[in-house]
């Protein structure tokens, strides 16, 4: 008899996986997804292995078989192993990822009777036995919710319990149907005709409702009912316009059933690569003589680090790079920032793989994930596209994986487990089946450099833009020392400088941006005067003030200091500096700025009436002048009339704190200078900081990021910070805050106790102290942080107990 070890879907099985008997008529295979018995539940379980022996002397059977195709393929088992040993999870958890949408669904059992009705004898049967039989012989089979629902749930398990026992009625389980609606799209159409249309909107252009008027007028241009999304689009007009036409009974809504595929084709029209420039041609060769070795094992699996500005044509090395691999018989991943999976990137790479691409992505319906997955599977598709769970997509032959934006925060998934990083993940993955692996970045993570400085990645590199034409020059950058702004009596929000250039732009009709990087909640505080920050003695980091207690505060040791009186360095008592938000920076605006139009772009804002669509489109048809946003205005917009970037504040992303906080700061500020100039040669930054000559500022004006990871990489030897160690932070939760924190330095305790009896001598532990979010939920939070060279395996000796979470490389320390 033969075994299988099966990872099982529940909470007790933790990292394990179960030893059960595979009983001679079932044919199993690895990968595949059954059902087994476990304590008195009968669970979903995935094959992992199959062996001779039991790692157990007592097995119980597998039940039987849910799919008869495997789930998951042999290295996506490996793949799953890996996981939850080097990231600690629960091997299901990590299971998980890769099985089909839909697929952890809930079990139903049935009952249905084994034999026919005329071989069975039901003369000693009760009354209710025997109801019981025809109705299961009367259906063929029943679920047993619907005989509970029938009898009473006591008496339907107690009878069927019975039959069962009597060998007249068996269980079977299956599971729980996906409920897959049909998607329906708002259309619009002109409920009137088309002459009679037109008239109507020149009256209302002359009552001045030109939204109204233009969306008429575009109906009656087209002779079937339009898209609401597209007709809100070309006309740019809200729906309250639309809404309004309705009442006057000049166009109504309809909705239309659409196929579910995600990529529309429609418009798109297949193209052909452009030339490519020096550049990219030497970072496609040797892609390309990489794919091929590795393809037919003549080399091991490599990756490359592809690294240049916004614009340097990295996505067209992608593109030709995937284009080498299909031309082998491989297959490709990609993965983007789920911020980057806009219908341009789609479209990009649709256009030149007709009908090839396929996405996967949260937004997509459960149906569509699910048809999408199924494809992938059959091998339907030569790229799959999304964000960082797409690398776990059942893509058959994966020759090339592409990691666009290396270096994004996106990449890690920290919410919940199984705690990955989708980069360290792909590059497992490409070893296991034999791929290359691209990442690419303009402004690489320190991590990602180090490794290609020391030859475990090959650097490729494209140092300048294409566009708007090669070789064109990267926007002026001016660094403003806050500093001077005071001694010169210039209280406001805005320098000198800055004030001086957003006036202008306005007058010359082009646009400013403004940034604030607000992040997290944050709160450091400043000296208005001279810009120190207190920082803590023994991390270095800056110190958090907290409103509650009026006290500052250390999130790796927890040392605590009261609010000085005045400023350590230079003496004044401007020390209670907290910057500025977003609103009252819009208020400032206004005052400085009276004739320009401004426009404020947050989450607030989004969180309320408009889009990030709606915002974006006013910001782009020019109905506004400034625009005032945090984060996601950096974020790869393309805006042509923008000629001004003003940074507020730099010092909010600089005194973060954590020992990312400089890199963090460099990326920032590097997309940030990406936004402005993209129409032409006259871009211009002007960065507001009190520490004018911190590398990061100073590197990032210059687009040096050479210069930058120099400094950045002595900082971290020094510090013995990643990459010169790993890390893993342990969050313990509470309701109770004394507790919990009662708690967390037993657990220090237990864990320096167990470094010491083995002698390990390069892991320290810090802390407990307060995360940085203290209070989530109702819950108290208090944490540990293990540094080290193998922290993972450290961990995966000593039983967690429930309420610690275990991150391991986390992405900060806060
Ligand atoms: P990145 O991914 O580095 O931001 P892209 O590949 O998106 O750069 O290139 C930027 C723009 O330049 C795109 O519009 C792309 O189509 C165009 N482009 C890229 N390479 C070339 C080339 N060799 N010749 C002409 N245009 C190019
Ligand atoms: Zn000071
Ligand atoms: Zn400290």
Redesign the pocket.
Known sequence: MGYAEVSVNSPIAQRNTFSYAIPPNLSIEVGQAVWVPFGDKTLQGIVLELTDYPSVEETKEIAGIIEPRPVLSPSQVLLARWISEHYLSPLFDAVALMLPPGFERKVVTFIYSPLSPQEQDISSLTREQRHVLELVWRQGKVSLRELEKALGARQARVVTAQLIGQGLLAKSYELERVKVKPKRVAYLRLAVKAGEARSEAANLRQKRAVKQAALIDFLAERAEPVPWAEARQRVNCDKAAADALVSKGLVEFQQIEVKREPISYRGIAPSAP????AA?KSALKATKSSLLQVATEQAPPATFLLH???????????LQALAEAVRLGKRGIVLVPEIALTPQTIE?FASRFPHRVAILHSKLSLGEQFDEWQRIRDGEFDVVIGPRSAIFAPQPELGLIVI?EEHEWTYKQQAKSPRYHARDVAIKLAELTRAVVIL?S?TPDVETFYHAQRGDYRLLQ?PER??PKEGAPLPQVEVIDLRDELKAGNISTFSRSLSQATDKAVANKEQVILFLNRRGGATFIQCRTCGFVLRCRRCEVPLNYHFAEDVLLCHQCNYRMPVPQTCPQCLSRRIKFLGIGTEKLEKEAGHTFPRARLLRWDSDVTRGRYSHQEILNKFRNHNADILIGTQMVAKGLDLPLVTLVGVISADTSLNFPDFRAGERTFQLLSQVLGRAGRGGPKGQVIIQTYSPTHYAIQTAAKHDYASFYEKEIDYRRQLHNPPFSRLARLVYTHTNDALCQRDAERMKRLLREEIDSKGIDDLSVIGPAPAFIHKLRGRFRWQLILRGSEPSAFLSQIPIPRGWTVDIDPLGLV
């Not at 452009?274 to 420039?277: A, D, E, G, Q, V």
């Open positions: 452009p030339r490519l420039t990219q240049g500005v916004t614009g340097s044509g990295k996505t067209e090395v992608y990009r666009d690419g303009a494209l294409v566009v």
